[in-house]
C-alpha cells in the first residue's frame, strides 16, 4: 500500500493466494486504524480506490529496514526449514 493507490482488483493481483472476502477484511481493518483510506471513484460502475495515509507512510522507514533485514537474513531463515 505505501507504493501509492490501488484499486481492489490491482491488489488481489498483486498478493498472491488471497481471496476477495479475506482482502476486503484487511481493508476494512487498515482503515479502522487510519493506514488507508478508501475513496470512491466518479465512474459507473461505482469503484474504489485504496489509498495510503500520511500514517501509514510514516512507517516506511521501518518497513525498508524489516526488508533489508530479511534480505541480510535470508539463507538463515531457509536453512530452518
Given at each position: 500500500?505505501?507504493?501509492?493507490?490501488?484499486?481492489?482488483?490491482?491488489?488481489?493481483?498483486?498478493?498472491?493466494?488471497?481471496?476477495?472476502?479475506v482482502?476486503?477484511?484487511?481493508?476494512?481493518?487498515l482503515?479502522?486504524?487510519?493506514?488507508?483510506?478508501?475513496?470512491?471513484?466518479?465512474?459507473?460502475?461505482?469503484?474504489?480506490?485504496?489509498?495510503?495515509?500520511?500514517?501509514?507512510?510514516?512507517?516506511?522507514?521501518?518497513?525498508d529496514?524489516m526488508?533489508?533485514?530479511?534480505?541480510?537474513h535470508?539463507?538463515?531463515?531457509?536453512?530452518?526449514?
Amino acid at each position: 500500500m505505501c507504493n501509492g493507490s490501488h484499486r481492489f482488483g490491482n491488489i488481489v493481483q498483486a498478493i498472491p493466494k488471497i481471496t476477495a472476502r479475506v482482502l476486503s477484511k484487511e481493508l476494512k481493518a487498515l482503515e479502522i486504524n487510519k493506514l488507508v483510506k478508501k475513496i470512491a471513484q466518479d465512474e459507473y460502475p461505482i469503484r474504489f480506490e485504496y489509498h495510503p495515509t500520511a500514517y501509514c507512510l510514516s512507517m516506511q522507514p521501518i518497513v525498508d529496514e524489516m526488508i533489508k533485514w530479511g534480505r541480510r537474513h535470508r539463507n538463515k531463515i531457509r536453512e530452518e526449514f
